[in-house]
C-alpha cells in the first residue's frame, strides 16, 4: 500500500493556493459529462453535493434516513470555530492552526489543518448567505463563545443548535440542486459496497431499505461522507443509524484506514441508568466552567449528596490538578471519572457517575445568574434524569463521542483508492488524536464547500476513464456479494429464535469488550485479552442470531445485524491498533507510557506517525503502514495541566 | 425509578397496500425512566425472541433534534408532554396499567410503509420548491458586511427551530402543512439574505404545498399545541402576508 501524502511543497501558508493552482481543472461544459456519487448528506456530504452540482457535475446523493435533513450532524449543539478574529483578541489563522495541531496531540499533518484553518473564514460567510441564523450581537453583528479551552473567543453558534442549522442551510442548498435537477436524491439507501473497474473505484453497490432491493449506481467518482463510528461502544452520543460499514467495505475493497483506536470520549455525558438504554446524551462541555466534580471520600458511601460534609467529598480535579481544576481537557477529566468510579467511589444508582455540583456557583452569583447561562441544558438534563440540578448535583460520566480515525487520505481527500473520496467525520485528516471542540463542524463544511471540487476536478483532468454502463462484470459481482451476505446473516433464522440471541445482545457484548479494553486507558496485556475474545463474539454472531422477517422487505433488524457484523469484524483493527500504539496520547492513555505522576506520556520518537491499515483477504492478519509526520512549522510540546 | 406495565395498542400495517389494525400487546416492567423509544426497543426484543416481527418505527438521534421519530400517542402526536418529540418522551408520564394506543402520523400526504413509519418526503419536496436563498458555495461577502438585529435574529432562529417531523401535518384536522411550510418561509422573510426571492419563494412553496395534496389551514391550532419545537402559528399568519402580497404583485 503506497502513502503518497501529496503534501504541497512551499511555506505553510502558501501550500493550499499554490496547490490550487498546480491542480487541473475541468472547464464547465466538460463537468456535465462526469457523473459524481455522493454517500451521506450530513455537514460534509450535503455541501460537496450541492458545490459539485452548482458547478455542473451530474450528481447522485445517498442516505439512509428518509431525508437528508436528518443525518447525525443535525444534532451537534455548541458551534463552529473560525479565525475570523471578529473580537479583536488576537485570533489568527495561524493561531487557530496552531491551537488544532496542539489540540490533537501533534499526530496531524500541518498542510492539512492549516488549511482548514484558512477555510474557516469562508465558511463562516457562505453560511450567513444561505440564511444560517447564526447568534447576534445588539449591534447586529455576529457573536462569538470561548470553547473547548481555547484563549480566544472564535466560536459561532445558532442557540444549541448550532449542527441543525449548518445543516439546513447545506440541505437548503442541495434542495436547491436537487429542484434544478443537478442532482438526484435517493434517500433510505444503505452503501453495502464500493465497486471498482481497472482498480478505480467506479461506483456504489446499495441496499434499498424500504424494499430489500440491492441495486448498483455507477459514476467517475465516488465520494464517502458517511459519519463516524462511534456506535461500534454500541452506547455513544452518535445517532443510531451511525455505522462502519460504508469506510469497512470501501477498506475491505483496498482503502488503507487510518488511526482506528483514536476515539473521542466525552466527560460530562448523562450517566447509564439501565440496561435497556440505547444512546447516551451529551451535557455540554460549558458546564465545567461552573460546575465542581466530586465523589465521596469513602469507597461505598451511600448517602444523598446533601449529607455527605465538606470533609468527606474528594474534588479529585482541582486537588489532582491545581491550575486547571475542573477545565481539565476532555481526556483528562473522563479517564479521572473512570479512575474513580473503578475505585468504587462511583454514584448514583449503577455506581458509574460523579457529581458535578452548582451549589457553589449558585451560591457566589446567585441561581438566576446559572440558570440564565445553563438553564435549558439544566432543563435537558431535567426531563432526562427527573432531577433539578439546583436542588441536587449534576450526574454525569463519560461515553464515546467522536472518531479522529477513519479512511486515510491524502491532502486532497483521496483514499488509497484512486477515484474515491473520503469528507468529513469518516475520514482521518485533520485532528490527530484528539478533536477540539467546534472543529468538527468546521471541517465537516471545509472539506464540503471548499475542497473536495478542486480534488475531484483534477483527478478527473489527469486520468482517462473508461465510459461504463453500470453493468459490467465488477457491478454484477459486487450485488453477487452483497446478495450472499444478506442470506448469510439471515441463514440461522429459518427455524425460529429458540435459544438464539438477537442482534443487540452481541452487539452490547461487543461495546462492553472494546469500552473495558480499548476505551480511555489501554494496556498491552488487556488489549491481547480482548483480542482473543474477539472470535468469539464473531463467532456467535454468526452461529447464534436470530433476525425475524426476510431480506426483501422494510427489516430494521436486519439493516442493524448488517452493521453490527461489521462493527465486529472493524473491532479487530481498532485494538490492533491500539495495541501497536505503545504511547499516551491525545485522549488515551497507554499504562506503560506515563510520567512518573501517573500522566499521559507521548513519545514522539517511536510513534510520530499515522497507523495505516492494510486489509489482507483469507484469514490473514491486517497490516500495518506508517505515514511519518514531520513538523516543519512547529515544535511539538508536551501537554501539562498539573 | 419504578417500574409499571402496560397494555399496548400498536398499529400493525405490513406495507402501504396492506390493510393495517391494532393488535395489543402486553409489557411488564417497564423502567419509568425510560423512553417512549426504549420502551419499543424492549417490546421489539420481546417479540422477536418470541420470533414476532418487531414493530417498524423511524427514529435517529433519539435527542429531539432529526425528526425522525414520531407517532400518535392517545390521539396526540407526539404524546402527552409539551414540546417533547417521541424519543424524549419518558414512561414517567405513564401510570402502572394503562392501556396506551400507538398509531402512527397519518395524513393525506404521508402513506403508510409500514406499522408506524411513513414517507414524509413530500415536506422535503416543499423545502425543493423554494425554501432557500439562491446562492452558490465560494464569493460571498464578509459574515458582517450584513448587520442583522439581534432581535429579528431570534425571531428568525424560532422559525428556523423547526425539525420537519411532521406532527403538525398529523394533528390538523385538514392535514394540512401550513406550519412545516411558514416555519420556512418565515425565517427566511425574517433575514434581508431572502428578501430577493421571497414572493417567488412563498408562491412557489404554496403550490408545492397543493400538488403534494396537503389540506388548507382553517385555524384549528392543532399543530401549534404539538409542535415539539414550539413553533408558533404566528409564523402562519406571515405566510399569509407574504403569499398574498406576491400574489397581488405578481397578479
Ligand atoms: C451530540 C453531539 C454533539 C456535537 N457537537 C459538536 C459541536 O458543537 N461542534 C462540532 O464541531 N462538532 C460537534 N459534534 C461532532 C459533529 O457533529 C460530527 O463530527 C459531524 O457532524 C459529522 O458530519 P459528517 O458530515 O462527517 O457525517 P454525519 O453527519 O454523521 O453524516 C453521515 C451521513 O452518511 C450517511 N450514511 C452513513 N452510512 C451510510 C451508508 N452505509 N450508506 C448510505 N449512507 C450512509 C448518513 O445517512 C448521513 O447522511 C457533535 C457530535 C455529537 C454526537
Ligand atoms: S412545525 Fe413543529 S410539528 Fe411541524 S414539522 Fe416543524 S417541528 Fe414538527
Ligand atoms: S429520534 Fe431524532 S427527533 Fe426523535
Known amino acids: 500500500m503506497e502513502l503518497n501524502s501529496r503534501v504541497p511543497s512551499g511555506p505553510l501558508a502558501d501550500k493550499w493556493n499554490n496547490h490550487k493552482f498546480s491542480n487541473k481543472l475541468v472547464n464547465p461544459a466538460n463537468r456535465r459529462k462526469y457523473k459524481v456519487i455522493v454517500v451521506g448528506t450530513g455537514l460534509a456530504g450535503a455541501s460537496a453535493s450541492a458545490t459539485l452540482a452548482e458547478q455542473g457535475y451530474e450528481v447522485q446523493t445517498f442516505c439512509i434516513q428518509d431525508s437528508p435533513r436528518r443525518a447525525h450532524s443535525i444534532a451537534a449543539q455548541g458551534g463552529i470555530n473560525a479565525a475570523k478574529n471578529y473580537q479583536n483578541d488576537g485570533d489568527s489563522v495561524h493561531r487557530l492552526f496552531y491551537d488544532t495541531i496542539k489540540g490533537g496531540d501533534f499526530r496531524a499533518r500541518e498542510a492539512n489543518v492549516y488549511r482548514l484553518a484558512e477555510v474557516s473564514n469562508e465558511i463562516i460567510d457562505q453560511c450567513v448567505a444561505q440564511g444560517v441564523p447564526f447568534a447576534r450581537e445588539y449591534g447586529g453583528t455576529l457573536a462569538n463563545r470561548s470553547f473547548g479551552g481555547a484563549q480566544v473567543s472564535r466560536t459561532f453558534y445558532a442557540r444549541g443548535q448550532t449542527g441543525q442549522q449548518l445543516l439546513l442551510g447545506a440541505y437548503s442548498a442541495l434542495s436547491r440542486q436537487i429542484n434544478a435537477g443537478n442532482v438526484k436524491m435517493f434517500n433510505r439507501r444503505e452503501m453495502m459496497d464500493v465497486v471498482l473497474v481497472d482498480g478505480k473505484a467506479r461506483g456504489i453497490t446499495v441496499r434499498d431499505v424500504m424494499t430489500g432491493k440491492i441495486e448498483s449506481y455507477y459514476a467517475d467518482v465516488v465520494i464517502l461522507a458517511t459519519g463516524g463510528y462511534g456506535n461500534a461502544y454500541f452506547l455513544s452520543t452518535n445517532a443510531m443509524a451511525s455505522n462502519v460499514t460504508a469506510a469497512w467495505r470501501a477498506h475491505k475493497k483496498g482503502a488503507g484506514f487510518a488511526n482506528p483506536s483514536f476515539v473521542q470520549i466525552h466527560p460530562t455525558c448523562i450517566p447509564v441508568h439501565g440496561d435497556y438504554q440505547s444512546k447516551l446524551t451529551l451535557m455540554s462541555e460549558s458546564l465545567r466552567n461552573d460546575g465542581r466534580v466530586w465523589v465521596p471520600r469513602k469507597v461505598g458511601d451511600k448517602r444523598r449528596p446533601s449529607e455527605i460534609p465538606e470533609e468527606d467529598r474528594d474534588y479529585y480535579l482541582e486537588n489532582k490538578y491545581p491550575s486547571f481544576g475542573n477545565l481539565v481537557p476532555r481526556d483528562v477529566a473522563s479517564r479521572n471519572a473512570k479512575e474513580q468510579c473503578d475505585e468504587g467511589k462511583g454514584v448514583g444508582n449503577t455506581g458509574l457517575a460523579v457529581y458535578l455540583d452548582f451549589a457553589d456557583a449558585i451560591k457566589r452569583d446567585g441561581e438566576e445568574t446559572i440558570l440564565k447561562k445553563y438553564g435549558n441544558l439544566f432543563q435537558m438534563y431535567e426531563k432526562i434524569t427527573d432531577s433539578n440540578p439546583v436542588e441536587e448535583p449534576m450526574l454525569i460520566y463519560p461515553a464515546v463521542h467522536y472518531t479522529m480515525g477513519g479512511l486515510w487520505v491524502d491532502y486532497d481527500l483521496m483514499t488509497t483508492i484512486p477515484g474515491l473520496f473520503a469528507i468529513g467525520e469518516c475520514n482521518f485528516s485533520d485532528h490527530g488524536a484528539n478533536r477540539l471542540g467546534a472543529s468538527a463542524l468546521m471541517q465537516g463544511l471545509a472539506d464540503g464547500y471548499f475542497i473536495i471540487a478542486t480534488s475531484v476536478a483534477h483527478y478527473l483532468a489527469t486520468n482517462s476513464l473508461e465510459k461504463i454502463l453500470g453493468s459490467e462484470a465488477p457491478f454484477k459481482d459486487s450485488k453477487k456479494e452483497v446478495e450472499d451476505r444478506i442470506d448469510k446473516l439471515l441463514q440461522n433464522s429459518a427455524d425460529g429464535p429458540a435459544g438464539k440471541l438477537t442482534v443487540d445482545e452481541v452487539h452490547k457484548e461487543l461495546g462492553r469488550l472494546l469500552w473495558d479494553h480499548c476505551g480511555m486507558a489501554r494496556e498491552g496485556g488487556s488489549l491481547e485479552k480482548a483480542l482473543k475474545e474477539l472470535p468469539e463474539i464473531k463467532k456467535k454472531f454468526w452461529d447464534n442470531v436470530y433476525i425475524p422477517g426476510n431480506g426483501k422487505d422494510l427489516n430494521q433488524s436486519l439493516e442493524r445485524a448488517g452493521r453490527v457484523a461489521d462493527f465486529v469484524e472493524f473491532a479487530e483493527i481498532m485494538i490492533r491498533d491500539a495495541l501497536a500504539r505503545n504511547e499516551s496520547c491525545g485522549c488515551h492513555l497507554r499504562e506503560e507510557s506515563q510520567t512518573e505522576e501517573h500522566e499521559a506520556k507521548r513519545d514522539d520518537e517511536n510513534y510520530t506517525h499515522v497507523s495505516v491499515w492494510e486489509h489482507i483477504s483469507g484469514d490473514e492478519a491486517p497490516k500495518m503502514h506508517k505515514e511519518e509526520l514531520k513538523f516543519e512549522f512547529v515544535t511539538p510540546s508536551q501537554r501539562s495541566y498539573k | ?251
Open chain 2, 1 to 251: 425509578m419504578s417500574s409499571i406495565n402496560l397494555t399496548l395498542k400498536i398499529w400493525r400495517q405490513h406495507n402501504s397496500d396492506a390493510l393495517g389494525n391494532l393488535e395489543t400487546y402486553d409489557l411488564d416492567n417497564v423502567h419509568t425512566d425510560m423512553s417512549f423509544l426504549e420502551m419499543l426497543d424492549i417490546l421489539n426484543e420481546k417479540l422477536t425472541k418470541e420470533g414476532k416481527e418487531p414493530v417498524a418505527f423511524d427514529h435517529d438521534c433519539r435527542e429531539g433534534i432529526c425528526g425522525m421519530c414520531g407517532a400518535v400517542i392517545d390521539g396526540v402526536a407526539h404524546g402527552p408532554e409539551k414540546e417533547v418529540t417521541l424519543c424524549q418522551l419518558h414512561m414517567r408520564n405513564f401510570s402502572k396499567g394503562d392501556t396506551i394506543v400507538i398509531e402512527p402520523f397519518r395524513s393525506r400526504a404521508f402513506p403508510v410503509k409500514k406499522d408506524l413509519l411513513v414517507d414524509r418526503s413530500a415536506l422535503d419536496r416543499i423545502i425543493q420548491s423554494g425554501g432557500y436563498v439562491s446562492v452558490n458555495t465560494g464569493g460571498t461577502p464578509d459574515g458582517n458586511s450584513l448587520p442583522i438585529p439581534s432581535s429579528n435574529a431570534e425571531l428568525a432562529m424560532d422559525a428556523a427551530a423547526c425539525i420537519g417531523c411532521g406532527a403538525c401535518v398529523a394533528s390538523c384536522p385538514n392535514g394540512a402543512a401550513m406550519l412545516f411550510t411558514s416555519a420556512k418561509i418565515s425565517q427566511l422573510a425574517l433575514l434581508p439574505q431572502g428578501h430577493a426571492e421571497r414572493q417567488q419563494r412563498a408562491l412557489s412553496m404554496v403550490a408545492q404545498m397543493d400538488e403534494e395534496g396537503f389540506g388548507n389551514c382553517t385555524n384549528a391550532k392543532e399543530c401549534e399545541a404539538v409542535c415539539p419545537k414550539g413553533i408558533s402559528i404566528r409564523n402562519i399568519a406571515r405566510l399569509n402576508k407574504e403569499y398574498l402580497f406576491a400574489a397581488l404583485t405578481e397578479g
